[in-house]
């Protein structure tokens, strides 16, 4: 069975701290794609950063960097330099099919 | 911003009262999701469609029922709402379906604020 964890419930940083967020995914499918979602305080759900599972290469976008380590299936979502409009709740996610529990960051000013 | 409304986008119902919640886009995208959000749980999947009038289950899909009988129009309905059906329902959709190498983004609705008492 496919399961998706998220081990920190919640974070808590100091502004421009450096912040990973952790997720396991558990499949026996060796290539597919992850991505990340954002939900602030608002609640609307925002698209992120997409990563798949055969390139194992660091990928930097601004702030974002993503590291997938194959042999634990995880998913490592970094922000350098956290702002506090960073504070959220972040959910890791396998393609159109269930979520993680997320994980509630807080970036205190 | 991708074209999904969400309607109502609140509604305080009594329990064994139905409900319809309606998500409409305008990005003509094949695949629309419902999904369901509690605290604890992250998004759980209810139903999606692959297109018009096909529909799945997802897993949560007990008490509830969707239709969709245009690409636009996704309709979820609780034919008696339950207290346990209190939540926040977030409807999605996206150009491709699920698993593997899907990769196409999902774009999500506001949500609806359900309450059932």
């Known amino acids: 069975a496919q399961k998706v964890t998220q081990a920190q419930t919640e974070i808590s940083v100091v502004e421009k701290e450096d912040v990973t967020l952790d997720c396991v995914y558990e499949?026996?499918?060796?290539?597919?794609?992850l991505f990340w979602y954002k939900q602030p305080p608002s609640g609307e759900l925002v698209f992120l950063i997409r990563r798949n599972s055969f390139d194992e290469q660091n990928e930097i976008s601004g702030r974002y960097s993503w590291n997938f380590q194959k042999s634990t299936s995880s998913f490592n979502f970094t922000i350098t330099a956290s702002q506090v409009v960073d504070s959220a709740v972040y959910f890791c996610a396998p393609p159109n099919l269930f979520f993680g529990t997320g994980t509630r960051l807080t970036v205190i000013p | 911003d991708a074209g999904i409304t969400q309607s109502p986008r609140h509604k305080v119902t009594e329990t064994g009262t139905p409900v319809t919640l309606r998500c409409h886009q305008t990005?003509?995208?094949?695949?629309m999701y419902w999904y369901r959000q509690d605290p604890g749980h992250g998004l759980r999947l209810i139903h999606y469609s692959y297109g018009v009038k096909d529909t799945d289950k997802g897993e949560v899909s007990d008490g509830y029922s969707v239709s969709r009988s245009k690409t636009e129009d996704f309709l979820l309905t609780l034919e008696s709402a339950t207290s346990s059906q209190t939540s926040v329902y977030f409807c999605?959709?996206?150009?491709?379906?699920?698993?593997?190498?899907?990769?196409?983004?999902?774009?999500f609705g506001a949500g609806t604020r359900l309450s059932v008492l």
């Open positions: 499949t026996r499918d060796t290539t597919y794609y």
């Open positions: 990005e003509n995208h094949r695949y």
């Open positions: 999605a959709i996206s150009d491709s379906g699920l698993g593997g190498l899907a990769k196409n983004i999902q774009y």
